[in-house]
């Protein structure tokens, strides 16, 4: 799929096609609004099969109801997202790819919890399916706010496993290629979007999208003995940062801040895709890694510190990492870039 082919101009050209006719950039963000997107809708749940999966599946509304308790937005001031079209996805998925999707076993197999395979495809579509079309539209919005906004959160998103053409490791949908092939269509004065993955494992689904792309740049901090160990997509990833099971928050923090300063002074982005993934926390059994809820939040921090800090936009994807204890992370989080003045109301 080189960028030079006739085939791929082509491509280009139907899914600038598809962007222009999408809805979901047609929203105007309430003046009240925070730019904090999230639905009820995001949430997986249907007689038990969820709990066969070894994560808190409804760990996306837990996340906005302790902001809510914490009174860091109320509902009025959550932005909601629309769910993403075939047409949507098509800017990015081959048609063979969604096609897929309508045969349960494939989705079983992407989301890894083999008894989706039994259930029925309708069934399927509305209850795990949807929910990621609802973060998929969500993370594309998100986009848009944080280049009017500076800041975004989705608190849903982050499917760094699925490229255009695969998915993989829970994720169906390609939401971080999306959010940068609509920011990059919409806004022309943006030409650099570095992404910033410090989820616990190897985002190698927008590796494979924008390898040949030098507008994007990756930074991605992973473990590199647990899943996907994808060799071919590494060499998508500009600057590679591997950790190994056990690494702890005093090896972690310095190196994160070290290689993010390095990055953008190299690659001076003007748009950053944050994927905030939680599974580097301790006890996490995808993750395998030993850090700390102070130094998820920290890591946080330091992040949004050095991109708004640049006056850099920033949105952020939570992505994985679903013990019970994660939701109250990620809140606290939120919280603390706020009383650092980090983000802060419009
Ligand atoms: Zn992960």
New binding site residues.
Partial sequence: MGIFGKESRNDARSSDTLIKNSSLYTFNLKTTSWPIVYDAGYNITFMGVEKLHPFDSSKWGRVHNFLLDDKVLTEEETVTPVEATEEDLLVVHTQPYLNSLKWSATVAQITEVVPVALLPNFVVQRKVLRPLRLQTGGSIMAGKMAVERGWALNIGGGF?HCSAERGG?FCAYADITLLIKFVLHHFEQIKRVMIVDL???QGNGYARDFMDDDRVYVMDVFNRNI?PQDGFAKAGIKRKVELRCGTTDQEYLPLIKEHLYDAINEFHPQFVVYNA?T?ILAGDC??LMEISPKGVVERDRIVFAAVRGQNVPIVMLT???YQRSTARIIADSVVSLRDNGLIGPP
Avoid: K, V
């Fill in positions: 760094h490791g989820d616990a494992h899943y993934g599974d995808l993750g992505s994985g990492g």
